[in-house]
């Protein structure tokens, strides 16, 4: 087992796709970290350049104390699991997970011994005379994983493993995943772009856009403390609702408040006049953020931006609403699945009454929960 270290990596592919820049990370012994984001930011790419599957534009890339920069695959002691596992359908499952341990010449006895250690742990006894073809999805993605770490790798290397599973197993494979890692303690990095695996599987998650690191945090950082927009918005199912203000002059009692385009008041957001940040001086142009679920609906009888219901989705537990309002919301992850650009996304609890299309209701946005950002992006994070 070993930690990993990423310094200064660049990745320019030969026809000039600049797909990793600068990007430093490193990963703890023993820690499992995941990078999340949209298709194309850069996520194989950079898990390839840790197997030394490609080579590097620039910076270093060690493994443990050891640079590996020239080194190759099968010199750096990491094992990779694919999207497509592609196990070997005329060998038993004994047979592929002991394979790599064939090829390297390690004694019969020795190798019957670590298949059964690492048979044990991934449930997989019952099938170990089976072929391939035979099982499940589930018991074939955990051939693969067997078969990956049966060697004992240094660090182990997923490239979206489990996109090939139907919802139900996948949730179960991932549970799996996360036990069998802590049990082994092994190094992981795995990729996806799906964020409830990223934030359910990760210790810490590297959430990545057009070859450059966002954010490196716990899950749970991420979403409550995101480091800046595109990170705010990306996380969430809707993401966190953004649009455009300025800063307006402190109130008497000296809180501080924000001027939104279309709203007569000025909309408090909690800071007291006594913090001191340039970016959040009168007239200064920012973003700010405010999660579905913050979002307070309320009659269109009583206090609040008014607004009208454009469209509802219906999710099961709960329901999650578009509305219009005076001021439009700003789309900045350029992600294809922003359901309702320019409208404000609220998410309700079944308790509420079912909200009919075309209703006019009014929203509050409680100051507690407004996040701020500066008009590059940036958390403007507060004491
Ligand atoms: P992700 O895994 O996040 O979807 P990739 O690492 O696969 O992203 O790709 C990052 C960028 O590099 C994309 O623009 C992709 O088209 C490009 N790319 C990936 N592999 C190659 C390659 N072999 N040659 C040229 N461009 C590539």
Redesign the pocket.
């Known amino acids: 087992m070993a930690s990993i270290t990423l310094e200064g990596i660049d990745?320019i592919?030969?026809?000039g796709?600049h797909?990793?820049r600068d990007l430093d990370l490193a990963v703890a012994d023993g820690e499992l970290v995941v990078?999340l984001?949209?298709?194309?930011?850069?996520?194989?790419?950079?898990?390839?350049l840790i197997a030394g599957l490609?080579p590097l534009s620039s910076g270093t890339v060690h493994i443990g104390n050891r640079c590996v920069n020239g080194e190759p695959p099968d010199r750096r002691d990491v094992a990779m699991v694919f999207q497509n596992y592609a196990l070997y359908g005329h060998m038993t499952v004994r047979g592929n997970i002991g394979f790599p341990l064939r090829m390297r010449g390690v004694a019969r006895d020795e190798r019957r011994k670590r298949v059964a250690e690492i048979s044990a742990m991934l449930e997989l006894d019952d099938v170990l005379d089976a072929r391939p073809g035979t099982l499940s999805g589930g018991q074939q993605q955990r051939v693969a994983m067997g078969r990956a770490l049966v060697r004992h790798p240094a660090a182990f290397l997923l490239?979206?493993p489990l996109s090939n599973l139907d919802a139900r197993l996948r949730t179960h494979v991932r549970e799996e995943l996360r036990r069998i890692q802590r049990q082994l303690g092994v190094t992981t990095v795995h990729?996806t772009?799906d964020q409830v695996e990223a934030l359910s599987l990760g210790d810490r998650v590297a959430v990545?856009r057009d070859?450059r690191l966002q954010q490196y945090a716990p899950g749970q950082e991420l979403y409550e403390r995101p480091a800046n927009t595109f990170v705010a918005a990306f996380l969430g199912h809707p993401g966190m609702n953004l649009f455009e203000a300025a800063m307006a002059a402190p109130s008497g009692d000296g809180s501080m408040a924000v001027s939104v385009p279309g709203l007569a008041d000025p909309l408090p957001v909690g800071i007291d006049g006594t913090v001191r940040d340039e970016r959040l001086t009168a007239g200064a142009a920012i973003f700010v953020g405010i999660r579905p679920e913050d979002v307070e609906l309320v009659g269109n009888d009583q206090a609040g931006v008014p607004g009208t219901i454009e469209a509802v989705e219906e999710l099961g537990s709960e329901r999650v609403i578009h509305v219009a309002l005076p001021f439009a919301t700003v789309d900045l992850t350029r992600s294809a699945d922003s359901t309702a650009p320019g409208l404000l996304a609220a998410r309700l609890d079944r308790q509420h009454r079912a909200p009919q299309l075309g209703a006019r209701v009014a929203i509050r946005l409680p100051k507690g929960a407004l996040r701020l950002f500066d008009r590059q992006g940036r958390a403007i994070d507060l004491p």
């Open positions: 990745k592919y030969p026809d796709t797909a990793v990078l984001g949209p298709s194309g930011c850069g996520k194989s790419t950079l898990l390839r490609e490239d979206e990729v772009h990545m070859g």
